[in-house]
């Protein structure tokens, strides 16, 4: 969707491990899954299509599989899904440890038993430490499933709803699947992607350089 310097791509990277903390997920092997998601999307070959899996939970687990397979590299994908992604060895290795999951994790807890002033908010604990496999959860198995379409993709994705500001566009999968290089998942008068005007502004002050969606 853009280009960056690798200045900027190093600053991102770093906000990426710091602001997913727990939950860091590894930009290559997010890549690659994300690109077998498009490619094969809800057919058997789809890591995370809500159509072959009983429920969101067993989804979520063969997601957790075809995931750490690309991170630990056991296991080989197509050339075409491979190159084009930022890397860095050593905050990869930090960012996927246990050591740093468990930390931010604890660091997650002082902030509540400091801040949280009901004991209900500490519910809110293991969302906050699953938040990148939650989000993920709900924009691929609603995303599927519920909605309306603007486009034929010969696939099951959907726009779940017109305003996505809680998911930041990320609902209008049907979109999505039909423009998957457009920085602009809404497509209508009335589909707001919230993210798309930051994108534009980080633009204009040439932080990112948009490229031409095809």
Known sequence: MFTTSKTAERVFYLMAYFFEGASFLNPRAYAIMHREHHAYSD???DPHSPHF???IFQMMKATIITFRDHLKRTTEPEARFSGNYPEWPLIDR???SILSRLLFGAA???FYIV???HWWM????PIHFMMGPVHGAIVNWCGHKYG???FDNNDQSKNTTPFDFLMLGELFQNNHHRHPNSANFGKRWFEIDPVYPVMKLMHCMRIIKLRKAF
Not at 122 to 125: A, C, D, I, K, T
């Open 43 to 45: 057919t058997e070959k």
């Open 53 to 55: 899996f009983t429920d």
């Open 94 to 96: 930090i960012g996927s």
């Open 108 to 110: 997650y807890t002082c």
């Open 115 to 117: 801040y949280a002033s």
């Open 122 to 125: 500490f519910l809110l604990l």
């Open 148 to 150: 309306y379409t603007n």
